[in-house]
């Protein structure tokens, strides 16, 4: 299996276009698809179908231990697995910014040093390849993601990051920088502007920090083994 895109998806159109991409997975023996791996309960698992859309939008897919590895305990272990695969449409959307920051988030919490996406259409080609920009260079919409999901109560994503972002179009700011110089409590929490500057002040590669609600990490010479 490896990584795609397709679409239209609307929630996540935060900036300019007004369709993006959304993940899925596609048959491919010559790649591998990293990803976290979460044990659920047959409750949580339902709760979140209904946010995946299933089954109009995703659908879930079972992948049995032969082509599925878990790392756990510093070694690989064969396990089944599900994932959710998009079944509504197969049409090439490109994602957005801020939606290739929600996968690197994901990624990067149990593959560190990950700083980049490869992204292909459903039919496997590889369209672009995306890297994370620093945090200075990313667009409103992806920097308020980054802040929105570092809070002790992350917003509601990506719902949080739309109204935020309207707020300070209304106030003309439409960068980073400008979300530190006005400073308006009005629109955004102490904790926000916090980590905000936190943010702006690390270098580029320092994209993701460790936590104790991250995954076991993979030491990344046994990412690909």
């Known amino acids: 299996q490896v990584l795609a895109f397709c679409g239209p998806n609307r929630s996540w159109a935060l900036e300019k276009r007004p369709c993006v991409g959304s993940a899925t997975l596609i048959p491919d023996k010559r790649s591998i698809a990293l990803g976290t791996v979460t044990f659920l309960s047959d409750e949580q698992i339902a709760m979140l179908d209904g946010f995946e859309g299933v089954p109009r939008i995703y659908q879930q897919q079972q992948f049995d231990k032969e082509v599925s590895e878990v790392f756990g305990n510093e070694r690989w272990h064969s396990l089944q697995v599900m994932a959710y695969v998009k079944v509504d449409s197969q049409d090439w959307y490109p994602p957005s910014e801020a939606y290739c920051c929600a996968i690197l988030r994901n990624l990067g919490g149990s593959f560190p040093g990950i700083t980049k996406l490869s992204l292909r259409c459903t039919g496997g080609h590889l369209k672009e390849e995306w890297e994370h ?90 990412a690909f083994m």
């Open 133 to 222: 920009p620093g945090f200075l260079g990313l667009e409103m919409a992806a920097f308020l993601f980054e802040v929105g999901i570092r809070k002790k109560r992350p917003w509601v994503m990506p719902r949080g990051i739309g109204q935020i972002r309207q707020h300070l179009l209304e106030r003309k700011i439409s960068c980073p920088k400008g979300v530190i110089k006005e400073h308006l409590g009005d629109v955004m929490e102490e904790e926000d502007f916090m980590i905000a500057r936190e943010l702006m002040e690390r270098s580029g590669t320092e994209l993701v920090e460790e936590d104790d609600s991250q995954a076991e990490r993979v030491p990344f010479d046994l």
